[in-house]
Nanobody, 123 residues
Framework: VQLQASGGGLVQAGGSLRLSCAASRRTASNNGMGWFRQAPGKEREFVAS????????LYGDAVKGRFTISRDNAKNTVYLQMSSLMPEDTAVYYCAAGRTATVGAGVQGYAYWGQGTQVTVSS
């Protein structure tokens, strides 16, 4: 399974971006999916996850109320809508495919990882 993340870029504080993660095959439609991020010198941080049917979502405390995760199983794609962006959101964002239908915040629950897309928020 290959995961291709896209949509990163440079945005001013307060702005919005939408990240996309396309899976190479239908694995994404049977498994939970998640987004993580990693800033320079910091550990990988959980951002959000969504169950395979999309009925259950989970968010990291740092992004609650500002980010929204969604998925389109017909397109094997997961999205992360990011709003009210802050400089501390600057990081490389990674999408990941879970081992089961519902996944949480732990990295051990994910079997496949994308290559990451850079998000930079200027102040």
């Amino acid at each position: 399974v290959q995961l291709q993340a896209s949509g990163g870029g440079l945005v001013q504080a307060g702005g919005s971006l939408r990240l996309s993660c396309a899976a190479s095959r239908r694995t994404a439609s049977n498994n939970g999916m998640g987004w993580f991020r990693q800033a320079p010198g910091k550990e990988r941080e959980f951002v959000a996850s969504i169950s395979w049917r999309g009925g259950n979502t989970l968010y990291g405390d740092a992004v609650k109320g500002r980010f929204t995760i969604s998925r389109d199983n017909a397109k094997n794609t997961v999205y992360l809508q990011m709003s009210s962006l802050m400089p501390e959101d600057t990081a490389v964002y990674y999408c990941a495919a879970g081992r089961t239908a519902t996944v949480g915040a732990g990295v051990q629950g994910y079997a496949y990882w994308g290559q990451g897309t850079q998000v930079t928020v200027s102040s």
